[in-house]
């Protein structure tokens, strides 16, 4: 039978089981994928602990981990439209991207272009995504300055990518150990932690435009000061906080356009996946671990062998 990551009930790491599943079937307009490759997210863990998304209702156990996966098509729904056996594809999953079999509903699926490998396609879904919202919501002309925190995790190493690729000045504060990683996406690079508004403030003297909150609690509040205008904060890693100060949640597209957009940016080489280490599934509770550090450099994978 096929092989699936789940938690068994909300907890700690001590609820994570690898088990047999019956292969899923797919519902009116969803396609059953044999997934090839899956992204880890801090939303898979926080998820376990307890965290119900809004407007969804508390999982049943056990719950397959995993919000973006990337395989073949190998069944299709009723009322599916544009999709066939066989065809690649990437998107986010219903049943869980940590499996060797999972269901996407075609809404937010896309087909994966050809130069696009399966391991950087199931990574594009959650953070790439995210960053290609938030980016967008901003809509800062050419030549502002934007502060991103949390610059080296999955959605800041977008974030930073898509910004600079709109002529936008980035800011990006991370950890002294990813000073040269940031730099290398074209930020200026501030340490982050206590301080930290300071260190902007030195490098930015005529301030911020707009701050790309990735971090939440007191990065959040410490850096909401640096804008002439709160409405020009947006936060995905502290939505309530966010609100709290003036600014807003990063407004989620979840459709397949964005997918596709996204898409055709790493293609095109403006943007790049950084996918820092790939976990076979046998060792996804590691993968969850590297995510659930909080430290995370780029992206962190899980790879399923065919
Ligand atoms: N709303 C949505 O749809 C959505 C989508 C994606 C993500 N998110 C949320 O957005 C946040 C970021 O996601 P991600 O995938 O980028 O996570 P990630 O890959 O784990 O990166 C988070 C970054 O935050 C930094 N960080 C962690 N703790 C910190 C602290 N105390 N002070 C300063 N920096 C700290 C880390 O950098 P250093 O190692 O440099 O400290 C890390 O690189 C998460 O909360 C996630 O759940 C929301």
């Not at 502002?144 to 800011?171: D, K, N």
């Not at 002439?228 to 807003?248: C, N, Q, R, T, Y």
Request: glycine fraction near 14%; charge should be negative.
């Amino acid at each position: 039978m096929p092989k699936a990551y789940v938690f068994t009930r909300n907890g700690g790491p001590e609820v994570e089981s690898l088990i047999d599943q019956d292969v899923p079937v797919p519902g009116p307009g969803e396609l059953l994928v044999a997934v090839r490759a899956a992204g880890v997210n801090p939303v898979d863990w926080k998820l376990r602990d307890g965290y119900v998304r809004p407007g969804s209702e508390r999982q049943s156990f056990p719950t397959v981990f995993g919000s973006e996966a990337a395989g073949v098509v190998e069944g299709i729904g009723p009322d599916v439209e544009g999709f066939a056996i066989g065809d690649e594809v990437f998107g986010n999953p219903v049943t869980g991207g940590y499996a060797e079999y999972t269901l996407l509903p075609v809404a937010v699926t896309a087909h994966k272009p050809a130069g696009l490998s399966f391991t950087d396609a199931a990574v594009l879904p959650v953070a790439a995504a995210t960053a290609y919202d938030g980016v967008r919501q901003l809509g800062l002309a050419p030549g502002s300055t934007l502060l991103i925190t949390g610059a080296g995790g999955g959605v800041g190493t977008a974030a930073v990518q898509l910004a600079r690729h709109s002529g936008v000045h980035v800011i990006g504060a991370a950890g002294a150990a990813k000073k040269e990683f940031v730099e290398s996406l074209g930020a200026v690079h501030v340490e982050s932690g206590p301080g930290l508004a300071d260190r902007v403030r030195a490098v930015a003297p005529d301030g911020v435009d707009a701050v790309f909150d990735l971090v939440g609690g007191d990065t959040l509040r410490a850096v909401a000061p640096l804008l002439a205008d709160p409405a020009a904060l947006i936060s995905a890693g502290g939505k309530p906080l966010a609100v709290e100060l003036g600014g807003a949640a990063v407004a989620r597209a979840r459709t397949a356009a964005v997918l596709d957009e996204v898409a055709k940016l790493v293609v095109g080489g403006v943007l790049r996946t950084h996918v820092n280490r790939a976990y076979p599934l046998l060792g996804a509770g590691d993968a969850l671990r590297a995510v659930e550090s909080g430290h995370s450099l780029g992206k962190t994978v899980i790879e399923v062998v065919a």
